[in-house]
């Protein structure tokens, strides 16, 4: 192999690898809060919506996703900033003293955005290609 080719050769393999690096993070689903279209709630901040999960404001209901979601993953990380067992155990602590119930849990995004669109007092979380007409975001996760 002469040194031309051999240039060439290590040129197209880092075109390469930055196309597909690239498109990796193209792929990047981003999270946001969805509540209401008929809710009177604007935007929220990350420290209002943090509450409201944390159960320290009754401003909304919370909604969840698995925790095995990647959008469940994002969110909690970013918002909540809580591992998930963290967060199990303190929701579980406010059940079991009576000062609160854990969210409601939905295995889709698509279960939780029909919820979400039929109740105007509650707050849920999907991935920004979820959202359809009758909901309204209040949030993108930074």
Known sequence: MNLLTLRISRSLKALLALVVFGL???SYAEVVLIVSSKSSVGALSKDEVK????LKSKKLTPLVLKSS?????????KVISKTESQLTSY???????????????????????????SNSETI?????KSVT?????VLTVP
């Open 24 to 26: 990796c993070g193209a």
């Open 51 to 54: 509450k409201i999960y944390l």
């Open 69 to 77: 979601m990647a959008a469940h993953a994002e969110f909690r990380d």
């Open 91 to 117: 929701w579980s602590r406010l059940v079991f003293s009576g000062r609160g119930e854990a969210p409601k849990e939905f295995s889709d995004e698509d279960s939780m955005v029909k919820h979400v669109k």
């Open 124 to 128: 849920g979380y999907v991935t920004r």
């Open 133 to 137: 007409s009758g909901v309204k975001v």
